[in-house]
Nanobody
C-alpha cells in the first residue's frame, strides 16, 4: 500500500520560512517523479514544484526564486524549502507522485498525500 505523508505545515508570518516534507512508502521511490501541488480556499488545486528521479526540478512561476524542492532517495522523502512566504501562499499543500517518464500534471498523478496546511499571516 502506497502512502505519502506530508509534514511541516503551520502558521508563519509573511516573509518567514517553512520546510515541508513528504515521506513515501510502499513504492520504489527512485522510479517516481515527486512534487507538490497546493489548493487555496475557494480555488483550484495548482502545481507548485516537482523533482525528477535524477534531481532535476521545475517550479511554478509564482514560487520561483523562493521555493526549493529536493529529494533524498535514501530516506524516500522529498522536501520543499519555502522562503519569503506571502499570504498568497496560504493553502493546503499536497505531495504527489508519478511514474518516471510521465508528465507531472494533476490529472496524471499516481498517488497523493492527504495534505498539510500552510497559513501565512500578513
Amino acid at each position: 500500500q502506497v502512502q505519502l505523508v506530508e509534514s511541516g505545515g503551520g502558521l508563519v508570518q509573511a516573509g518567514g520560512s517553512l520546510r515541508l516534507s513528504c515521506a513515501a512508502s510502499g513504492l520504489t521511490f527512485s522510479r517516481y517523479a515527486m512534487g507538490w501541488f497546493r489548493q487555496a480556499p475557494g480555488q483550484e488545486r495548482e502545481f507548485v514544484a516537482a523533482v525528477s528521479w535524477s534531481g532535476g526540478s521545475t517550479y511554478a512561476d509564482s514560487v520561483k526564486g523562493r521555493f526549493t524542492i529536493s529529494r533524498d532517495d535514501g530516506k524516500n522523502t522529498i522536501y520543499v524549502q519555502m522562503n519569503s512566504l506571502k499570504p498568497a501562499d496560504t493553502a493546503v499543500y499536497y505531495c504527489a507522485a508519478v511514474r518516471n517518464g510521465r508528465n507531472f500534471v494533476m490529472s496524471g498523478m499516481d498517488y497523493w498525500g492527504k495534505g498539510t496546511l500552510v497559513t501565512v499571516s500578513a
